[in-house]
């Protein structure tokens, strides 16, 4: 899916275009210059041709200062990733300094460029964007971030140069496991030790590996794509270009993987950056595995894998499904039950559960386990259907699908769980009325 990043000076509409493209406020909007700090991903669709797009911090040339040295870095990571690069400039201010040396950057970077004209409220002010002709770089469309105004024949304009989609066409159908996790874990490691190769450079320096890099894994004759990822970091201490860069790439390794690995450091447990890595694939609704790395490390009369696991799980009750494996990458111990358990949870997310299976065990159990009254009405699931799998997607038939509380929603998800083997796989629930 080709990627469009929309670059400009602080304050010109970025983010409010951005949040207008993917249909909800996932930007910051304030109407102070730099607002917008990291660059934030999103998917959009125009005319039934997707792209995803990326909304960058504002773009500030030449500027020592620290933090508008970080946003101009990551505005210019975004523009060497883009396939398309959308250029917002602000009718009111007209052309200024900032705008042409953006321009100059762009233009070096050889990539298709659109101009948007912001803040064009209305037909007579379409006239402002006629000065932006002297930069160089096409016709200029005027627009309005906030009303709408002039964005269809602009995202028109986008998508002529957005190559279609064909991933359904060129499918790969082996299975892609993806190791991810905090820098200096033992994901390169754990990929050199399965392939019994030196296939990525391995130091003890967090971050060694910049980028993500596939290797053919034989599995009793079976080829396996393992992809190793850069180490995820927090935002604060991202601090170099090529570590943007990093940050980009993995989350696009989580996205065409099938499952994750999410590799923990034994001898320092769970951290928050874990957590976060746990949620990106969850939202992405890959299947979940959790490595529990340099085992070989750690007194086992101190922290036993049962002592582990308990704490794991009381601190990410809602992650109860996810399986945990203890390894050594170092001594190889364990590391072959990594991929046992990926084809397995691969399995669960491909399994389809017949309509007459669903209901004939789960009814019975809801009928035994009703939702209160709610808003003095009772809420009854005629019937259950699978309509999804990879993942996994159930709809639940009922009178008043709205009405269904998270609660139970959760007991619904438990249910399907208990009854069906769905270790390692997120699932998804939706209500539909029952006509």
Known sequence: MDLVAIVGRPNVGKSTFFNKL?????AIIEAVPGVTRDRIYG?????????????TGGFIPGDAELMEEQIREQAMIAISEADVILFMLDARDGLTTFDSDIANIIRSSRKKCILAVNKCDNIKQDDYSYEFWQLGLGEPFPISSINGHGTG??????????????????????LKICFVGRPNVGKSSLTNALLGENRSVVTNIPGTTRDSIDSVYKYYGEEIVLIDTAGLRKKSQVKENIELYSMLRTS???????IGVVLLDATRGLEDQDKKILNMLDEARKGIIVAVNKWDLVEKDQKTADGFKRDFYEQLPSYHYVPLVFISALTKQRIVKIIE??????????????????????????ERNPTPSIQGKDLKINYITQVKTEP????????HPQLVPDNY??????????AFNYEGVPISLIFRPKN
């Open 43 to 55: 998917e959009s669709e125009w005319n039934g041709v997707k792209f995803k797009v990326v909304d």
């Open 153 to 174: 024949e602009l995202l028109d304009e986008l998508v002529r140069h957005i190559k279609p989609d064909n991933t359904e066409e060129q499918e790969d159908t082996r």
């Open 409 to 418: 929603k959760r007991f619904l998800e438990n249910t399907i769980r208990s």
């Open 392 to 399: 996994p997607v159930f709809a639940f038939f009922c009178n």
């Open 252 to 258: 696009r390794a989580i996205e065409r993987t099938d």
């Open 341 to 366: 358990l990926a084809k397995e949870v691969q399995s669960r997310r491909q399994q389809h559960i017949k309509t007459s299976e669903l209901n004939d065990i789960l009814l019975p159990l809801l």
């Open 22 to 26: 993917i249909g909800y406020r996932a």
